[in-house]
């Protein structure tokens, strides 16, 4: 390997451009890191002889387009024309889909290569799979996009696409130590991934600059590239540390109070904020539980005996049991939490939170805890995950900006500046 597996994406783009570097040798250098640490378990499906026609194409090509020969690493819940979509599901083994998932087109049409599919827990939900935590693999790596989260922290591929229904970018990000970004509901297309709730899937980003995060966006939104705003001016920082702080462990919320302390020392303006109901994750379950049930009728119907009691039992049988009533007070409750939300964002640029409860639980039983995502997945509200630290076990710690509905580069640049005040 040459190094350049360890280049970001808007580094490697950068070099790809200059012509000092190839695609075939980054894409050679990727694929050799994964076959080195093949224990990661990071891909499902990985075709070195595919990956490398693609690179070859690309500096045939003269390197056209933003991403030309920067490798991505593809969630197995997102379809590919030319790889199995099995969505961590053995009723989709082997399943070939018909077309590319819009992310992936525009990925393609941008010149990126994609390197593979990862690994993703069992239709983007609470079942774990194999992939173990990159500097650590008695733990997880979270979930449920763990592939790409592990992928991109154990510099097997520079970004991976992930998607969030409770915490599934964000959290596994946050325990490999790297950035995850889930965007506002609606901006980044959803068509060609495998729907588990209409009201909360989103497609992230997980990489390791918060450059990648502006590049990625530009292409998943087909638009031309904005460069992060370094010099913006010192935010004014809600302190939320929302319903569930009591969830979190101390390292986490040791963590967070320095580093309110830190940003306000640096200029910030930083106060407490509180978010109502309280109770707001309740909603965000049934919503979760409500939709699912219904989105996986034809596997439940058709294919019980073959989902996992916890899909099965845990979530898909509650929410065919759950009252439309229910549902409804649900998503109008979830509106006006919207709207609060709305109204504070009046007085604050971004929110400061927890990104997880602590470092990456021990053992592969379980991908962690939802509940510091969940609500700002419930509130369509951007995120983005910092490595901020580490836990007792030496693990990553994150944390979490939010921001503004549709104000998601206002957020990135906040947190640039956030960014280089704790590094």
Known sequence: MSGAERLSASEAAASLSAGTL????????????????AEVKAWVWLDPEQALIQAR????????????????GIKDVIDTVDMPTEHGSPIYRGNRPFADAACVALIRSGGGVILGKTVTTEFANRHPRETVHPHNP???????????????????VPVGLGTQTGGSTIRPAAFCGVIGYKPSFGEFSRVGIKMQCHNLDTLGVICRSLDDVALMRAVLLAQDRRRLDRSSAAPRIGFCR??????????TQALLER????????????????????????HHRRIFEFEAARNYAYEYEVHGEKLSAALRDGLLTPGRALPLSAYVAAIETAEIFR??????????DVLLAPSAVGEAPE???????????AIWTLAWTPCVTLPAGTGRKGLPLGI???GPRFRDEALLDAAAWVEARLT
Do not use: K, Y
């Open 138 to 156: 008695a733990h997880t790596p979270g979930g449920s996009s763990s592939g790409s989260a592990a992928a991109v922290a154990d510099f097997q």
């Open 57 to 72: 194409a690309v500096d045939r090509a003269g390197r056209p387009g933003l991403l030309a020969g920067v490798p991505v």
């Open 363 to 373: 053992g592969l039983g379980s991908t962690g805890d939802a509940r510091f995502n």
């Open 22 to 37: 190839t695609a075939e040798t980054l894409i050679r250098d990727c694929l050799e890191r994964a076959r080195a640490r």
């Open 259 to 282: 580093t309110a302390s830190q940003l306000a020392a640096a200029g910030a303006v930083v106060q407490d904020v509180a978010v109502t109901p309280a109770d707001i994750l309740d």
């Open 400 to 402: 979490q900006l939010i």
């Open 242 to 251: 929302t319903p569930a702080w009591d969830h979190a462990d101390p390292d």
């Open 339 to 348: 709207g609060n939300l709305d109204g504070l964002f009046g007085e604050f």
